[in-house]
């Protein structure tokens, strides 16, 4: 893009694109806050917002919807990364509204607890009083997605309607909602996995180790390898455990995310593996997902991310 006598880098115009959203929403909403899992977009989300306002420090907490059934390797890069930045970390469990009776947990081989943050996040919403929530969706992940505008508007009842979202001209947002109602904003949705992981790059950030080859304990269902290690996929017995060099591209429930065949062990492999692909990062390692076209819209509609 030409602005003057000087040029600026795909990864700058998205960059100054997402920090103007964040400084747009920290000036128009009473409490935000921001979802963060310690999952690469999420990481790069905070990055974000610590450059939109430093010196300051950033002006909201970070959540966590915490399904219980997580990668040991996750939780520990997002204790340590939210002690590094200092900022107050909020966590919503869904064992808490199991416990409460809200949520009723799923049976059989193919249980989750990922359906089940729904209303964990929007008790917490409702909670602690939050009216806008920062996620790491991104339009390249699947439909549902792209019809998401970067403000995206709740009801009271925290459900999502495409035909009911506001019109978005350029840069300007619709930031008005009445009392019980919140907005979900979506400062990555023009990046792409690959410019997620450039600017990882370009940034030197550091990400949980499973987001790179390792060998793991895991097994296939569905055509997904499923992991084998911590015990939450409910692995049946015609369904043998082998060991292979894997990654993971995103790090939701172990009970439904797939591991990824792969030798890529740096940053440079990687997205050498990512520019290839031809396969979305939700279609190949996400078992909830598969079920039909519509299963994230479905869910979406009903309040979850």
Not at 152 to 162: A, L, V
Not at 276 to 293: K, L, N, P, V
Request: glycine share 6%; with cysteine; aromatic share 8%.
């Amino acid at each position: 893009m030409q602005r003057g006598d000087y040029l600026l880098s795909q990864l700058d115009v998205l960059e100054s694109e997402s920090i103007h959203i964040f400084r747009e929403v920290a000036a128009e909403f009473e409490k935000p806050v921001l979802l963060f899992s310690g999952g690469k977009d999420s990481i790069v989300m905070l990055r974000l917002a610590e450059k939109a306002f430093r010196p300051a420090p950033i002006p909201f907490p970070v959540m966590h919807v915490d399904t219980g059934h997580n990668f040991p390797e996750v939780i520990e890069f997002r204790d340590r990364r939210v002690a590094e930045t200092g900022i107050r970390l909020v966590v919503a469990s869904v064992q808490e509204s199991i416990d409460k009776g809200r949520v009723v947990e799923e049976k059989g081989r193919r249980a989750s607890r990922n359906r089940l943050q729904t209303v964990t996040l929007l008790d917490a919403i409702e909670e602690h009083g939050f009216d806008a929530a920062f996620g790491g969706a991104r339009r390249d992940e699947e439909k549902a997605r792209a019809k998401e505008r970067v403000v995206s508007f709740r009801d009271e009842f925290g459900q999502w309607d495409p035909k009911n979202q506001r019109p978005e001209l350029w840069n300007l947002f619709n930031t008005r909602i009445t009392r019980g109602e919140h907005v979900r904003v979506f400062p990555l949705s023009n990046w792409t996995e690959l410019d997620i992981w450039d600017y990882v790059r370009r940034e030197g950030l550091e990400l949980p180790s499973i987001y790179f080859a390792h060998t793991r304990q895991v097994f296939e269902r569905d055509g997904l390898l499923l992991d084998a290690q911590t015990g939450f996929a409910n692995r049946g017995d015609d369904e043998p455990a082998f060991e292979a060099t894997v990654r993971y591209r995103t790090v939701g429930d172990a009970s439904c995310t797939g591991a990824v065949k792969s030798v890529a062990e740096g940053l440079d492999e990687v997205i050498e593996e990512i520019a290839a692909t031809r396969i979305t990062e939700r279609g190949q390692t996400r078992a909830d997902d598969r079920t039909s076209e519509a299963a994230m819209e479905d869910r979406k509609k009903e309040g979850y991310f």
